[in-house]
């Protein structure tokens, strides 16, 4: 009778142990997105995080949009010991529901995908929620921002371009949007420029802002114009160059190099030029 009893504790005890064990633990560093909780019970099945990228969303019938910014993709998958999985459908609600009590809005939404636009802490977030068959679901994310550029061109690549079409786009000087102060990670593309300046000693220029299309044309113009004269003000201040060596000028939106129909064509359109005199 007691090794009956005993036998029956252990394997009481096993399948208590077993059942602690089928908890699984999320993958790796995963964690959630600041802007959603998961679904009870759920664990992170794998994850990806990207400090830039892009991605499509599906935002109406046969139409996408393509963003780029800081970028996850989070999959999750329901525990073993779940006794009831929610449905694809569920799964979209309850996303659905949260993404709208923030304030959000559903901007697409078929059999197992959703697509989402929110705002949190004044970034504009875009998310794409795919469910399957199996009650797994995998979030698609992209919080916009520009890209940061890590790459300048050098004195030397922007006299070749001056030298062949007489003038040359400088990426890499930073401002917030609507204001003309340079941002401090801005330095490495002014000095380049001051290097270029330094080295050819009969060099004038004219130093040339531009904007994208957003708001209005002369707020645009008298933008661009401020901005080209901060980055003429650093040359002169910070780096000695002769001010009759330098004109600013703003040309506000008049000047695009991309359409101004997506970000990515903006963010080319903003920029400083060089332009020989």
């Given amino acids: 009778m007691k090794k009956s009893m005993l036998l029956l504790l252990g394997l009481l005890i096993c399948l208590m142990t077993l059942s602690v064990t089928a908890q699984q633990k999320d993958s790796g560093n995963c964690k959630d997105h600041p802007a959603f909780t998961r679904m009870p019970d759920y664990w992170i099945y794998s994850c990806q995080q990207k400090q830039f990228e892009a991605y499509s969303f599906v ?10 910014g800081q970028y ?3 999959a999750y998958r329901p525990q073993n010991t779940l006794a009831s999985k929610p449905s694809e459908l569920q799964i979209q609600r309850n996303f659905e529901n949260a993404v709208q009590k923030q304030g959000g809005e559903v901007l697409w939404s078929e059999k197992g995908r959703s697509t989402f636009k929110l705002s949190r802490e004044g ?18 994310i ?14 030397a690549a922007m006299a070749s371009d001056i030298n062949a079409t007489g003038h040359v786009a400088v990426y890499g000087i930073y401002f917030d949007s609507g204001k003309s102060q340079i ?4 330095a490495q593309a002014i000095a380049e420029i001051a290097k270029l300046l330094k080295g050819q000693p009969a060099l004038k220029l004219f130093v040339v802002g531009h904007t ?12 661009s114009q401020d901005r080209a004269e901060a980055v003429l003000k650093a040359l002169v201040g910070e780096h000695g160059i002769a001010p009759a060596r330098l004109r600013s000028f703003g040309c506000g939106q008049f000047a695009p190099l991309a359409s101004n129909d997506s970000d990515a064509g903006r963010a080319r359109n903003r920029r400083v030029e060089l332009v020989k005199q």
């Fill in 123 to 140: 970034l504009e977030i875009w998310v794409e929620l795919r469910t399957d068959f199996t009650s797994g679901y995998a979030l698609f």
């Fill in 183 to 186: 941002k401090p990670e801005s």
């Fill in 212 to 223: 994208d299309s957003q708001g209005g044309v002369e707020a645009n113009i008298a933008l």
């Fill in 142 to 155: 992209i919080q916009k921002a520009a890209m940061a550029q890590d790459i300048v061109a050098d004195a």
């Fill in 72 to 74: 996850w993709k989070i």
């Fill in 59 to 68: 935002v109406g019938k046969g139409k996408t949009e393509l963003f780029e």
